[in-house]
T-cell receptor, first 112, second 115 residues
Framework: GESVGLHLPTLSVQEGDNSIINCAYS??????FIWYKQESGKGPQFIID?????DKRQGQRVTVLLNKTVKHLSLQIAATQPGDSAVYFC???????????FGKGTTLSVSS | NAGVMQNPRHLVRRRGQEARLRCSPM?????VYWYRQLPEEGLKFMVY????????ESGMPKERFSAEFPKEGPSILRIQQVVRGDSAAYFC?????????????FGPGTRLLVL
């Protein structure tokens, strides 16, 4: 389940700041993790993924960090822009390896 | 290169009616997943299908809900005798292969409102 103090339901940042969104996952056997961005009225959009044999992966302006010891995942967004405003979900692959298990979302608000 | 397509985007039904939600996966994808999202919550897995087969329905309610993915045509999620608690956004995702590390790509969802 969620670790108290790690998950924030909302995050407000200024344009240009770096954002860090945290997620605690539930299953120590999970070996694949994804971050999705969901804008209002839309479906989840793939941002970045990471496998359990890695602890860091970088994309364009985004970095995902994985700490398997404490079952913690984070998404870092560099130079946050107003277009980054959305709800962000982490997801892990389920026990059977097919269903994704979604964490509680974090609503990111970027003000200019 | 069309993504996952869902229709209708919005569906209004009265209690007791049937709801049919359709999903066309991305081109080349033969694996389809259905999820439900209640307001202010994350997505919850319902069912995973391949062409003509239900692979995992562990998240499906035991009654009133069914899903299919025929050889030809879209995947259908069917809800019989809808109740107000069925009001939610229903998302379909697809992937090209099966496996724990296969990324699932989501459609825009169908928002069901039961009056």
């Amino acid at each position: 389940g969620e670790s108290v103090g790690l998950h924030l339901p909302t995050l407000s940042v200024q344009e240009g700041d770096n954002s860090i969104i945290n997620c605690a996952y539930s299953n120590s056997a999970s070996d694949y993790f994804i971050w999705y961005k969901q804008e209002s009225g839309k479906g989840p959009q793939f941002i970045i993924d990471i496998r359990s044999n890695m602890d860091k992966r970088q994309g364009q302006r985004v970095t995902v960090l994985l700490n398997k010891t404490v079952k913690h995942l984070s998404l870092q967004i560099a130079a946050t822009q107003p277009g980054d405003s959305a709800v962000y979900f982490c997801a892990e692959n389920g026990q059977a390896g097919t269903a994704l298990i979604f964490g509680k979302g974090t609503t990111l608000s970027v003000s200019s | 290169n069309a993504g996952v397509m869902q229709n209708p985007r919005h569906l209004v039904r009265r209690r007791g009616q049937e709801a049919r939600l359709r999903c066309s996966p991305m081109k080349g994808h033969s694996h389809v997943y259905w999820y439900r999202q209640l307001p202010e919550e994350g997505l919850k897995f319902m069912v995973y299908l391949q062409k003509e087969n239900i692979i995992d329905e562990s998240g499906m309610p035991k009654e009133r809900f069914s899903a299919e993915f025929p050889k030809e045509g879209p995947s259908i999620l069917r809800i019989q005798q809808v109740v107000r608690g069925d009001s939610a956004a229903y998302f379909c995702a697809s992937s090209p292969r099966q496996g724990p590390a296969e990324t699932q790509y989501f459609g825009p969802g169908t928002r069901l409102l039961v009056l």
